[in-house]
């Protein structure tokens, strides 16, 4: 790596990561309070861009906090992208800044529509979808800064099949459709058993995929971190998914959401989202640590012409 690593930089994207974290705890707050259209006017809140603490009363305060969040995190990320501009020599890490930038920008607008249309056409899913999508491209800003990315590192080889990218990149794949799967039942536009089944593809992806990082990368410290982590969050989602279910069934007859549902389905997608930040983070991982198979070949071929 000739990169330079500049701990600014990199501090700023996490800072941006763990912003974008409360910007999904602040939308699950939302859709569990069922306060999405408390607010019903956009870009501004009942008239206003700014509108008074003391008139922001039940919903009206979970939708205005949900705007406010996502608005300073317009304001980080393009923050984030103007420092990769001044400050980063690699072209196509620039570009993903403005095209993070660009994510945030389709994704205000996304929300916007949510509201002049009224909840309809799928719009709250797609919204909560795309968010998934903004938070990898910040969350991989995040790692092609740090000094981890940058620094010389041992390159392990893959001797299994298929290769190690496939297998995480199929992981995360899995993962991001039960997140759509997810947000789909939770704006109620599908029943609860599509997700549930998808539950289980997961469990057998994430499986499969820390089985092969423990079989073929067993002294690897980075990936032994990584499976562990990958099944102690897919763990906690599953428990958090059973809890959030039934405490839905237990208080289908209040008439309004009681906190304790409230909290675990909030606890239940934010854990969600950090699965499939986590499965992307694996990606770049083994993207990181094992050459496919071109880069292999590349390297054999100059090691025996310069013998």
């Known amino acids: 790596m000739t990169s330079t690593y ?9 800072f941006t990561v763990c912003w974008t974290i409360l910007l ?11 306060a999405a259209l408390s607010v019903s006017d956009w870009p501004k809140s009942h008239g206003s861009w700014v509108p008074p603490l003391r008139s922001l009363q039940g919903g009206d305060f979970f939708e ?12 980080l990320t393009l923050l984030l992208a103007v420092l990769l501009v001044a400050g980063e020599r690699r072209v196509w890490l620039r570009w993903l800044g403005a095209t993070a930038v660009l994510g945030v920008v389709v994704q205000a607008i996304l929300g916007g529509q949510v509201v002049i249309q009224l909840l309809h056409y799928w719009l709250p899913v797609i919204h909560a979808c795309f968010a998934q999508i903004v938070f990898a491209a910040v969350l991989a800003i995040a790692v092609f800064t740090s000094k981890w990315w940058v ?6 080889e893959d001797k299994g099949s298929p290769s190690i990218h496939f297998v995480a990149m199929l992981n995360a794949v899995v993962i991001y459709l039960q997140v759509i799967l997810g947000a789909g039942f939770r704006h109620k536009d599908i029943p609860i058993w599509p997700h549930a089944a998808g539950a289980l593809v997961v469990l057998a992806t994430v499986t499969w995929t820390a089985v092969t990082l423990r079989r073929r990368f067993a002294t690897s410290r980075e990936f032994g971190v990584a499976r562990m982590l990958l099944h102690a969050i897919f763990g906690m989602q599953f428990l958090l998914g059973l809890l959030a279910y039934w405490s839905r069934l237990t208080t289908a007859e209040a008439p309004q959401p009681i906190p304790l549902m409230v909290w675990l389905t909030v606890a239940h997608t934010v854990v969600g989202a950090i699965l499939f930040a986590f499965s992307v983070l694996v990606v770049l991982m083994c993207y990181r640590l094992v050459p496919r198979g071109r880069e292999v070949g590349a390297t054999a071929a100059s090691e025996v012409s310069t013998g």
Do not use: C, N, Y
């Open 24 to 34: 999904f705890v602040a939308g699950a707050l939302v859709t569990s309070k069922d």
């Open 151 to 156: 620094s010389e590192r041992p390159q392990l």
């Open 6 to 14: 500049h701990s600014g930089i990199h501090r700023f994207a996490v």
């Open 64 to 75: 205005f906090s949900h705007r406010f969040v996502a608005g300073v995190l317009g304001i």
